[in-house]
T-cell receptor, first 115, second 110 residues
Framework: GAVVSQHPSRVICKSGTSVKIECRSL??????MFWYRQFPKQSLMLMAT?????????EQGVEKDKFLINHASLTLSTLTVTSAHPEDSSFYIC???????????FGDGTRLSIL | QQPVQSPQAVILREGEDAVINCSSS?????VHWYRQKHGEAPVFLMI?????EQKGHEKISASFNEKKQQSSLYLTASQLSYSGTYFC???????????FGTGTRLTVIP
């Protein structure tokens, strides 16, 4: 089955640090990947759609300069949380689909803790 | 754009049935259903693409009422492994981006 790998699984760092999270589709190509954020006991909130070879599409209220997305190839998207602060602490999950009308497959998520 | 799920939480004994509903305020292109266990990523259950379509996966099935902008997930003869939070993911435009519902926490007890 389709596999999506996300790395790292856990990050703890000081306020002001920038953190990069990688999302890879291991056995299929994905022209689009998706980044979600999830707070404890809440739903997944779509942050942005990562588009291979072009700019990401951000949802309303998501700061594009804060959450930098790069989709350099058909199998890799990265999310960089720039100058992270404690309020950025959350569970970040990426997903990708082999094509339209296909399921989204999720990475294992990254738990980000900013001290 | 977030769809609303009901109930918010439900507790079942093994073998009992449950229905989880997902309602959207906008017209739907498709509905996906996922189950998430604590601290883990969501796991895909099924996708419904057409109005009125019903799909099944073992003892879990779902329906999609396009006119009512609703979908329901049916769990029959529940097992302990069914415990988790269920989310519907709604797609509005065919662009593959999903907006997840408010979630339903299901607990199955022996």
């Amino acid at each position: 089955g389709a596999v999506v790998s996300q790395h790292p699984s856990r990050v703890i760092c000081k306020s002001g640090t920038s953190v990069k999270i990688e999302c890879r589709s291991l056995d299929f190509q994905a022209t689009t990947m998706f980044w979600y954020r999830q707070f404890p006991k809440q739903s997944l909130m779509l942050m942005a759609t990562s588009n291979e070879g072009s700019k990401a599409t951000y949802e309303q209220g998501v700061e594009k300069d804060k959450f930098l997305i790069n989709h350099a190839s058909l199998t890799l998207s990265t999310l960089t949380v720039t100058s992270a602060h404690p309020e950025d602490s959350s569970f970040y999950i990426c997903s990708a689909s082999p094509g339209s009308n296909q399921p989204q497959h999720f990475g294992d998520g990254t738990r980000l803790s900013i001290l | 754009q977030q769809p609303v799920q009901s109930p918010q939480a439900v507790i079942l004994r093994e073998g009992e049935d449950a229905v989880i509903n997902c309602s959207s305020s906008k017209a739907l292109y498709s509905v996906h259903w996922y189950r998430q266990k604590h601290g883990e990523a969501p796991v895909f259950l099924m996708i419904l693409l057409k109005g009125g379509e019903q799909k099944g996966h073992e003892k879990i099935s779902a329906s999609f009422n396009e006119k009512k902008q609703q979908s329901s997930l049916y769990l029959t003869a529940s097992q302990l492994s069914y415990s988790g939070t269920y989310f519907c993911g709604t797609e509005y435009t065919g662009a593959n981006n999903l907006f997840f519902g408010t979630g339903t926490r299901l607990t199955v007890i022996p």
